[in-house]
């Protein structure tokens, strides 16, 4: 602030050396200022704080706050900015995954067979997921065994269907909530003894959303990838949600059949 006369009579007071020294050692506790003007969690050392309370006038001059509070304003609208990104980009998530909850409703309205509506749910599910399987298992627990006859498959990936033991994913299922596995060479849901059935059908990463009918554990509905996945919430929670809305086409379909055969 000082101007270039008054620069030039304490140059001259007190020589050039000294001069130097005096600059750089304000500039030094300018820039300390603007640190803790920054971040709260740092302070000036006890000696420093000590002569900037002796010298009030000289404080007044140094500890200029409108640099940090400029910087301030602008990480605060950063902040603001990525807000309202991050805002967006979780409504167009919603909007999308809405629109997909309407197409796939509107399929399984058409549809009367039941297999015909776990293929079909099958196959949105997994497109919409790019998973390389989504298939709708029964679930026998008194024989403990799982069967999978429709399901989507990416081209050139083995398909899954047939009949399978039930193993750890019953219990697992049993939780009542969907069951989600980004790797089966690790995930602690999977028994050591269970990995080498696990590997050889091919199934490196799971999802699997549970039906719980009277205390029975009857179905499932599950996406899996060949590679490990670490799937996002909203995809374990579009599985559960596509689940949910397929079981309920399925029991229609099986009432309507009912009525037709009583007409």
Do not use: K
Not at 203 to 222: E, K, S, Y
Not at 247 to 260: Q, V
């Amino acid at each position: 602030r000082a101007s270039a006369p008054a620069r030039a009579a304490v140059r001259a007071a007190v020589g050039d050396a000294t001069f130097e020294l005096l600059v750089a050692y304000l500039a030094f506790i300018r820039t300390a200022h603007y640190w803790t003007e920054m971040h709260p969690d740092l302070a000036y050392e006890p000696d420093m704080a000590a002569i900037l309370r002796g010298h009030g006038e000289l404080a007044d001059l140094l500890l200029d706050t409108s640099e940090a509070e400029l910087v301030q304003g602008g990480v605060r609208l950063r902040e603001t900015l990525n807000h309202l990104q991050r805002v967006e980009v979780a409504l167009q998530a919603s909007e999308s995954r809405h629109a997909f909850l309407l197409r796939l409703g509107d399929a399984l309205r058409l549809l009367s067979d039941p297999m015909a509506i776990q293929g079909d749910a099958s196959r949105l599910l997994g497109e919409r997921l790019q998973t390389d399987r989504a298939y709708y298992a029964e679930i026998d627990e008194a024989q403990g065994h799982i069967l999978v006859e429709r399901h989507f498959v990416r081209a050139g990936v083995p398909s899954i269907a047939g009949r399978y033991s039930l193993c750890w994913l019953g219990s697992t299922l049993r939780m009542g909530g969907p069951v989600a596995v980004a790797d089966s060479r690790t995930s602690p849901l999977i028994p050591d003894a269970d990995r080498p059935a696990v590997a050889a059908a091919s199934v490196a990463a799971l999802v699997a959303a549970p039906l719980i009918r009277d205390g029975r554990l009857v179905a499932a509905l599950c996406v899996s990838d060949v590679s490990p996945r670490a799937w996002a919430p909203e995809e374990v929670e579009l599985v559960n949600d596509t689940a949910e809305r397929t079981w309920e086409a399925i029991e229609g379909a099986g009432a309507e059949g009912l009525l037709r055969e009583a007409d």
